[in-house]
Nanobody, 132 residues
Framework: RVQVMESGGGSVQTGGSLRLSCAVSGDTTSRYCMGWFRQGPGKEREGVATIFISPNGGETFYADAVKGRFTISRDSLKNTIFLQMDRLKPEDTAMYYC???????????????????????WGQGTQVTVSS
């Protein structure tokens, strides 16, 4: 069973930066997908960024709302992914969740996962608040 645990988050002013981390453990395969999702007040959960984990590297995918501001990356030695969030806006305020899915063994499935976040394993979430 795959488990994920987020850390980071907090409160910043508009234009500030935050970095989220997510450690994965358990029965992962050599090719799988991880991602960051968020749910703002009164909104549905939405995809932020996903990364396809493979021996050859990590292909990344982003939601239009965060392109150019957020960066998803990984540390393969530590089985950890990160979400660097720059130029934050009040509309980025949300609970952020890390997710992993060992069954998404193709990069295309990681891209699809942005819009269809039915991932197998989810973290508890970490709050990000951006004030104006």
């Amino acid at each position: 069973r795959v488990q994920v645990m987020e850390s980071g988050g907090g409160s910043v002013q508009t234009g500030g930066s935050l970095r989220l981390s997510c450690a994965v453990s358990g029965d992962t395969t050599s090719r799988y997908c991880m991602g960051w999702f968020r749910q703002g007040p009164g909104k549905e959960r939405e995809g932020v960024a996903t990364i396809f984990i493979s021996p050859n590297g990590g292909e990344t995918f982003y939601a239009d709302a965060v392109k150019g501001r957020f960066t998803i990356s990984r540390d393969s030695l530590k089985n950890t992914i990160f979400l660097q969030m720059d130029r934050l806006k009040p509309e980025d305020t949300a609970m952020y969740y890390c997710a992993a899915d060992a069954h998404r063994s193709l990069p295309e499935s990681c891209w699809v996962g942005l819009a269809s976040p039915d991932f197998g394993s989810w973290g508890q979430g970490t709050q990000v608040t951006v004030s104006s």
